[in-house]
T-cell receptor, first 113, second 113 residues
């Protein structure tokens, strides 16, 4: 069974703090990794993609990938109330999967004033 | 503007009725997808198509049907065989290569009367 697992949360952080979101996946041949942000009642919005081991930074967001340990994480620096949303981890390039993505159930982030 | 258009935004189905959700994209993407999202859940793949006139079942295809007669369009029919159709339906598209990013439409909320 190909799985992508996330802690459902909610993860509460104070405004200005670093939020750390984690995701593990089961298929070792996975090749592509994505983080989507989803506000309540809205569609997912792509915020980060990462394909190789290490860190990738884009503004306040940093994605980290460790293929040996099969986890990918998202760090949000200087968290703002507008970051409060559900963050979905998605994994692609799974065995026999072509370009389909498998999604985790999401982590709800709450940034408190 | 380039993007993915889903319609309608809200849809109500009577028992025994088939309903069709529309998805149109002008991104010139080869691949299109339908996902279903239940409250507090991740996205589950219903059907996907990587090329015109061809499509494959995803993880939860029972009770659904699709067609891909044009590159731009990938309508989803929720048939009367789908006994629990209430969910948020998301259409997405991507390039044809493996590891391509998915971009989502704004979604259709389907409810049963």
């Amino acid at each position: 069974q190909k799985e992508v697992e996330q802690n459902s949360g909610p993860l509460s952080v104070p405004e200005g703090a670093i939020a750390s979101l984690n995701c593990t996946y089961s298929d070792r041949v996975s090749q592509s990794f994505f983080w989507y942000r989803q506000y309540s009642g809205k569609s997912p919005e792509l915020i980060m993609s990462i394909y190789s081991n290490g860190d990738k930074e884009d503004g306040r967001f940093t994605a980290q990938l460790n293929k040996a340990s099969q986890y990918v994480s998202l760090l949000i620096r200087d968290s703002q109330p507008s970051d409060s949303a559900t963050y979905l981890c998605a994994v692609g390039g799974l065995t026999g999967g072509g370009n389909k993505l498998t999604f985790g159930t999401g982590t709800q982030l709450k940034v408190e004033l | 503007d380039g993007g993915i258009t889903q319609s309608p935004k809200y849809l109500f189905r009577k028992e025994g009725q088939n309903v069709t959700l529309s998805c149109e994209q002008n991104l010139n993407h080869d691949a299109m997808y339908w996902y279903r999202q239940d409250p507090g859940q991740g996205l589950r793949l219903i059907y996907y198509s990587q090329i015109v006139n061809d499509f494959q079942k995803g993880d939860i295809a029972e009770g659904y049907s699709v067609s891909r007669e044009k590159k731009e369009s990938f309508p989803l029919t929720v048939t009367s065989a789908q006994k629990n159709p209430t969910a948020f339906y998301l259409c997405a598209s991507s390039g044809a290569a493996t590891n391509e990013k998915l971009f989502f439409g704004s979604g259709t909320q389907l409810s049963v009367l």
